[in-house]
């Protein structure tokens, strides 16, 4: 029998996740396994492969498959994983071991992601304790606050990861803006098996009118709709003094 064995990957998986998201199947439904066979395999044997469990297939190796493999297409279902097997038959029959690979589908957006407060830690105050009271800014109302690191909390799909925006553009840990096209990449916040996930930027946000917008991404790498809320920062102490006088000391004597 045949001594060597056939590999096979999901040429498809470009993150090498182990999952299949929506973007990376696109929208016929169906991927690409590709099945290549090492440098002493021997052309006339052939590769009897199976695809989701389904009837066997065979390709003749050529040396042109020695040398490049070929590919076969693989239907994919929302939630299951695509297997693909293929083992190596010899003219007379003999079979070699069998190679089997599987993947997870998963082209479901995460959903349920929410901004729900963004808080505000300066200037409020302390407790009993000594400790500085954190007051919810009001969203509602231009999200005034003083606070130029303030805390952003949200929900999320469990497991899945977000990722921070200011004003249009992707951040770092620190709140920067970093340039995805330059392959630099975004802080991704972790989202708790509650659901539950905060970001505080590491350094100041300049003063002025904010928008913060959330994209959730889950572990295949789908992506869910943004959602978006609006704060003003203003950290400068008015530049003038009130006056006082009173007004029963007639004669002005003090």
Same mark, same amino acid.
């Given at each position: 029998?045949?001594?060597?064995?056939?590999?096979?990957?999901?040429?498809?998986?470009?993150?090498?996740?182990?999952?299949?998201?929506?973007?990376?199947?696109?929208?016929?439904?169906?991927?690409?396994?590709?099945?290549?066979?090492?440098?002493?395999?021997?052309?006339?044997?052939? %590769?009897?492969?199976?695809?989701?469990?389904?009837?066997?297939?065979?390709?003749?190796?050529?040396?042109?498959?020695?040398?490049?493999?070929?590919?076969?297409?693989?239907?994919?279902?929302?939630?299951?994983?695509?297997?693909?097997?293929?083992?190596?038959?010899?003219?007379?029959?003999? &079979?070699?071991?069998?190679?089997?690979?599987?993947?997870?589908?998963?082209?479901?957006?995460?959903?349920?992601?929410?901004?729900?407060?963004?808080?505000?830690?300066?200037?409020?105050?302390?407790?009993?304790?000594?400790?500085?009271?954190?007051?919810?800014?009001?969203?509602?109302?231009?999200?005034?606050?003083?606070?130029?690191?303030?805390?952003?909390?949200?929900?999320?799909? #469990?497991?899945?990861?977000?990722?921070?925006? %200011?004003?249009?553009?992707?951040?770092?840990?620190?709140? @920067?803006?970093?340039?995805?096209? @330059?392959?630099?990449?975004?802080?991704?916040?972790?989202?708790?098996q509650d659901g539950k996930w905060t970001f505080t930027p590491k350094? #100041?946000?300049?003063?002025?009118?904010?928008?913060?917008?959330?994209?959730?991404?889950?572990? &295949?790498?789908?992506?869910?709709?943004?959602?978006?809320?609006?704060?003003?920062?203003?950290?400068?102490?008015?530049?003038?003094?009130?006056?006082?006088?009173?007004?029963?000391?007639?004669?002005?004597?003090?």
């Amino acid at each position: 029998a045949p001594t060597y064995k056939p590999e096979i990957s999901f040429i498809d998986d470009n993150d090498g996740n182990g999952k299949l998201s929506k973007a990376e199947i696109g929208n016929d439904g169906k991927t690409e396994a590709k099945i290549t066979v090492p440098s002493n395999a021997e052309v006339g044997d052939s %590769i009897v492969y199976t695809v989701n469990g389904g009837e066997e297939k065979t390709e003749k190796i050529t040396q042109d498959i020695k040398d490049n493999g070929f590919k076969v297409e693989v239907p994919v279902t929302d939630g299951q994983k695509a297997t693909v097997t293929a083992k190596v038959v010899d003219p007379a029959g003999n &079979a070699g071991d069998k190679s089997e690979a599987s993947i997870d589908v998963d082209t479901s957006a995460p959903t349920g992601t929410t901004i729900d407060s963004i808080t505000d830690n300066v200037g409020n105050g302390v407790d009993a304790n000594g400790n500085p009271i954190v007051e919810d800014i009001d969203l509602n109302n231009g999200g005034l606050t003083n606070d130029n690191t303030p805390t952003i909390n949200g929900s999320a799909e #469990p497991g899945s990861k977000v990722v921070v925006s %200011i004003d249009g553009k992707p951040v770092n840990e620190n709140g @920067k803006p970093v340039d995805v096209s @330059k392959g630099e990449k975004p802080y991704e916040v972790e989202v708790g098996q509650d659901g539950k996930w905060t970001f505080t930027p590491k350094e #100041p946000l300049p003063d002025g009118k904010h928008e913060i917008s959330v994209v959730a991404k889950d572990e &295949a790498g789908n992506e869910g709709d943004p959602v978006k809320s609006n704060i003003e920062i203003d950290t400068s102490a008015p530049t003038y003094k009130p006056e006082i006088s009173f007004i029963d000391d007639n004669d002005g004597n003090g």
